[in-house]
């Protein structure tokens, strides 16, 4: 019955290479000929090497022997040797794909099948475009954590410019519009949401700036009202308010030739934009307090991450001083939209981390393939952060999915969905007996608890967890005693 599913008018769907190149290596384990024979015709259709064995040593042979990329094993109804397989193999062999074939849909089939190592699920019966949506995601897994591992490899050999790092096309062109604004002294501004390192890039045009020994004076144009930033900026006389018992210079005149950074530019008020832009074009500012002027020689370089264009539009920001400041204009791309630079940013986060710490990190393809997958809507910064977390609550060098925040571990729980309960393996069934895996996630750890008698620290082990994940986990599910029903 369930080869006819399978192999049943299979031709009629299947692609038709001319000359199929084989991608991956594919194993299928089953001791159903007619099993073996179909899937290896549909995946050879499809562009993989085939091996197939109904032996589960043999099969173990076949992957100590030769390179095996995805591991498509059946898990015989009422014996634990196809689940003592993929755990033997995730534990010798990490990076292997594993996809699990089962002909029950029973919930506690997948976890189990999950927390051995497997990456994947199928229900039989299964359809030719189930089987070949398994074998994509196993193949767009496995190129994307190859392609991960080598970023990793280079990220001594070429990070970026100065202490910017990334090598994606949209980085490339921002390195050639800095190679040549660095050289000049005009005003530059910077654009860019929250996080995408502006005041890195300002700090690299001075630092591969003519006058890159001169001081980088950075100011939060946000953080200080309106009367202390215009003391900031300008300087003061002894006597102009209450408290000022000596002068002091302001930014502009104690950059001497060097660079003012006024970060948040668009914060400013309009009676302050009017006093600088008037210090830029004479070129002199009047401390508050004081008759006289004193001449000013700095380069400004503002950002924001506000639409200028449209405060101009609006009346909340002059245009001449807009058009003063926007001589050059950069603007920073999202991580989101260079995700190809999250692996080098990451590791240049955890040998920075480590080195701090004495204690070597490294992160799990899954994990990292979760991080490429997220959005990042706070960008560099957030990322930052999350490496940090991560690092903070692992119990060990290497950290999973399970120690990055909340959010990201949703998103990678949420790429794998538990079959149908129908029998019908279709991912994207939605039926109120399709469970989310976060569920899942949460029955396996409380039955795992359960199970041990309470011994946490040996569930944690049982699940390939550490033990403060799993603390956090049972904190997340309000659980205070999960021997207890709920």
Known sequence: MLAAAIHT???????????????????????????????????TSLGYAVDSTADMEQARSLIRGQAVDILLVNLPYGSHRGLDLIADVKLLFPQLSIIAMTATSSVNAAVEAMRCGATDYLTKPFAVDELTSVLDRAANRLTTDTITRQLRERLRLSQGLGAMIGRSLEMEKLYRILSKVALSTHPVLILGESGTGKELVARTIHAYGPN?????????????????????????????????????DGLLVSAEGGTVFLDEIGELSLDLQAKLLRALQEKEVRPVGATHRVAIRARIVAATNRNLAAMVESGTFRKDLYYRLNVVNLRLPALRDRREDIPLLTAHFLDRIS???????????????????????????????????????????????????????????????????????????????????????????????????????????LLGIGKTTLYRKLKEYGINDPMQDE
Not at 12 to 36: W, Y
Not at 217 to 222: E, H, K, Q
């Open 212 to 248: 890159a020994q001169k001081p980088f004076l950075p100011v939060d144009c946000s953080s200080l009202v309106p009367t202390l930033m215009e003391s900031e900026l300008f300087g003061y006389v002894k006597g102009a308010f209450t408290g000022a018992n000596r002068s002091r």
């Open 9 to 43: 008018n299979a031709m009629e769907f299947l692609p038709q290479p001319s000359t199929p190149v084989p991608r991956f290596h594919l194993l299928v384990v089953d001791s159903d000929a007619a099993v073996r024979s179909a899937c290896g015709e549909i995946a």
């Open 355 to 461: 080195r701090d710490h004495g204690q070597k990190y490294t992160l799990s393809d899954e994990a990292l393939r979760t991080m490429m997958r997220h959005d990042w809507p706070g960008n560099v910064r957030e990322l930052e952060n999350a490496v940090e977390r991560a690092c903070a609550l692992s119990s060990g060098p290497v950290l999973h999915l399970g120690d990055l925040p909340t959010q990201l571990q949703q998103e990678g729980l949420a790429e794998y969905r538990p079959p149908a309960a129908d029998g019908t393996g279709d991912h994207s069934s939605t039926g109120s007996s399709v469970k989310p895996l976060a569920e899942l996630e949460r029955e396996a750890i409380l039955s795992a608890i359960r199970a041990l008698h309470g011994d946490k620290l040996q569930a944690a082990r």
